[in-house]
């Protein structure tokens, strides 16, 4: 009979969810196991454990010591046969089909280890009594040899598990018939063999020891889990219990072996052990595993271990798209056929190939004789990767990328090993996928450098670590100072003074850039306030730039207007210097924005004029007062010999574009005596660069 799966809202019920249960387990071990209950009785009985194996299915932190109570419980209770349990871990993989896999995998495990070592304790209790019986009928052997002779035999051949008796020799003198059907061999058969013949490749490394010990009377008993051959050849998973029988003289005399077969429950420990260590989909080893091998291997370095070791981080490109487009199916698939081209391709005695889940797999390679050797697997698991795939009617093109790690094993740790490993492999994916990346120390150090800068970048604000310094933006017609321009600094704890270009990118990306530009605009703003309360009409303007990601900030003109009120600085004093990027070629918000703050009273300034879009038809629609020339074209203007004439032509072309729109120009990067001349014939108006002053403090900025 058949039990019906409960529905996934059953577990809402579960009252009626255990009965249900109970129901389908009471007839599928019904007549399995000997018990003194009726058929009511047992599904009583049977729907208290399923009330517990639901709570422990349905648990939000599974608790497997009640599930192996429940194991337990029913080897107590008399239900011991296999089949018993061969049909209740059944009964509970059909009716539990609806919940996760993994927790019903759990909740069989534990049910099962539960049983086993109930069964387990069990024999040890009946091993126990037996080798009391035997010993006691050694201690009273002079008042009553025949008496405790006929016992012993007794126990002896009415075991139910496996005995032996033998020489210290090694010589089998008895045995009973519980070990000739355990081994398929007869009784004199077994007479004739010694310790030897039980011998087996796959024993413990310390069987031999331990049994050595035990001849040479340096130790009583022992026990061990080992392997035995059947006549027919077949293996039998044992659990033995050795004892040595001294004679009066304290000598080892006899030794009694007690065997017991557990052969159902080895092979489901190695079931469950191998499910432990393998991805199910593919049938791979799962990380896991693949992380045991790795700290064994890095764990066993000794001092001047030369030994290196590689790992391979693969990824399959565009995965996600094959699952959106084709759907899941198709995706299980395509990563079970990528597992067995790796598998088949690159797998050894010296290779493991795992799958780190997702359509991630790693491949360690052990004992490489360098960076060579680990590349060439690489490239052979890009090779294997990208021949087509066939998956229900589609022909799919696939690709990886892979990122390469070598090290020395001595000194390397798991996690720096595979956090190296991942960062190479996000390399190859940002270079265009389809390739591998080898890794780069100096790289990633610069990239973890960076990664701290952003990360500490808004502490850094609160702690007041920026400071603004300001550089003179001259008017070349007479020399004075008209305008300074503000220019964000980092005074960094541990790498010192930062320049903007270190780390207003990373400000840009992360958005912090739109409170860190609120404070350079208002720090800029009242140290102008000041200078024009000191000087009157005699201040410079003050020039700041703002961002891209500031202008689409949709708080920009209430901040500025805020900010100019909190200062007291006159719109007047102030000029915005914004990117090309930042308002041309653009439309909506950025627009608008900058005629909100045009409207405001500011100067606004198009800043590396000439980098961007560079187009005046479209700047002459804006409300725009200046322009600020790229430095790289006034650079063009001091080689060692003359001006480069393109460059030359150029910069006369924008200023002369420049005036006819009414915009002033500003050129950047002036740094000789030559430039600056050559700038005032052209009809430049102001120019900045360190031929005039190099960035400084406000008290430098002569006034």
Request: hydrophobic residues 45%.
């Amino acid at each position: 009979m058949t039990a019906t799966s409960p529905t996934p809202t059953s577990w809402d019920r579960p009252h009626r969810a255990a009965e249900r249960l109970a129901r389908a387990w009471s007839l599928a071990i019904a007549g399995t196991s000997y018990v003194s209950m009726n058929g009511l009785e047992v599904q009583d009985f049977l729907t208290s454990l399923a009330t517990r194996l639901i709570h422990a299915l349905t648990a939000e932190v599974f608790d497997p010591a009640d599930v192996r109570e429940i194991g337990s419980t029913l080897v107590a209770a008399h239900f011991t046969e296999p089949t018993t349990l061969e049909r209740t871990l059944a009964v509970l993989a059909e009716q539990f089909g609806n919940a996760p896999v993994k927790r019903v995998a759990r909740v069989q495990g534990a049910l099962a280890s539960g049983y086993a070592l109930a069964l387990r304790d069990r024999v040890l209790e009946e091993q126990e009594e037996i080798r009391t019986a035997a010993l006691w009928a050694r201690a009273r052997a002079e008042e009553g040899r025949r008496v405790s002779e006929a016992r012993f035999q007794a126990i002896f051949a009415g075991a139910a598990i496996g005995m032996s008796v033998s020489t210290v020799d090694g010589q089998v003198v008895e045995v009973n018939q519980a070990l000739c059907d355990m081994l398929g061999y007869t009784a004199d058969e077994l007479r004739s063999m010694a310790f030897e013949d039980f011998v087996l490749p796959e024993d413990p490394p310390s069987a031999s020891a331990m049994f050595a010990e035990l001849i040479e009377g340096g130790r009583d008993q022992f026990r061990i889990e080992k392997p035995y051959a059947r006549k027919d050849g077949h293996r039998v998973w044992t659990d033995l219990v050795a004892s040595i029988i001294r004679d009066e003289d304290g000598r080892p005399r006899w030794l009694v072996s007690m065997v017991e077969d557990i052969t159902e429950r080895h092979l489901l420990q190695e079931r469950l052990r191998h499910q432990a260590l393998h991805d199910p989909l593919t049938e791979l080893p799962n990380r896991t595993l693949f992380f045991d091998r790795l700290n064994e291997l890095l764990d066993t370095a000794a001092e001047g271990d030369a030994a290196r070791v590689g790992v391979c981080y693969l990824d399959v490109d565009g995965f996600k798209v094959i699952n959106d487009t084709l759907g899941h199916d198709v995706g299980d698939q395509l990563l079970r056929t990528v597992a067995r081209r790796l598998d088949r391709s690159i797998s050894g005695d010296r290779q493991l190939v795992a799958r780190m889940g997702g359509d991630e797999f790693v491949v360690l390679v052990e004992q490489c004789g360098g960076i060579e050797d680990v590349v060439a697997v690489a490239e052979k698991a890009l090779s294997t990767v990208r021949a087509p795939v066939h998956v229900d009617g589609h022909e799919i093109s696939i690709s990886a990328s892979i990122g390469v790690v070598e090290q020395p094993v001595l000194g390397t740790s798991t996690a720096e090993l595979m956090k190296a490993a991942d960062t190479t492999l996000y390399w190859a994916k940002a270079d265009g996928r389809n390739r591998l990346a080898l890794f780069d120390a100096d790289r990633h150090a610069r990239e973890v450098t960076r990664y701290e800068l952003s990360a500490s970048m808004p502490a850094a604000l609160e702690r007041g670590e920026f400071f603004v310094d300001y550089q003179p933006l001259v008017r070349l017609s007479d020399g004075v100072t008209t305008g300074v321009e503000a220019l964000v600094r980092w005074r960094h704890p541990r790498f010192g003074v930062l320049r903007p270009d270190s780390f207003i990118g990373m400000a840009e990306e992360t958005g912090l850039i739109v409170p860190l530009g609120r404070w350079v605009l208002h720090e800029a703003c009242r140290q102008a306030a000041e200078w024009r309360r000191a000087v009157q009409d005699r201040a410079p303007i003050m020039s700041v730039n703002l961002a891209v990601r500031q202008m689409r900030d949709r708080t920009i003109v209430r901040d500025v207007r805020a900010i100019l009120e909190q200062t007291g600085l006159p719109p007047s004093g102030l000029q915005l210097e914004l990117t090309e990027s930042a308002v041309m070629g653009t439309g909506g918000d950025p627009i608008e924005a900058l005629n909100a703050l045009a409207a405001l009273g500011p100067r606004i300034a198009i800043d590396d004029f000439g980098t961007g879009y560079s187009n005046f038809a479209y700047l002459r629609n804006l409300p725009v007062h200046s322009l600020k020339l790229a430095g790289s074209f006034v650079a063009g203007l001091r080689p060692p010999e003359r001006p480069d004439p393109v460059d030359q032509e150029i910069v006369a072309a924008v200023i002369g574009l420049a005036h006819t729109l009414k915009l002033s120009v500003t050129a950047e990067g002036v740094e000789t005596a030559e430039q600056a001349t050559r700038l005032q014939e052209l009809g430049c108006d102001t120019a900045q660069g360190w031929y005039y002053a190099s960035p400084g403090p406000a008290s430098a900025i002569k006034l």
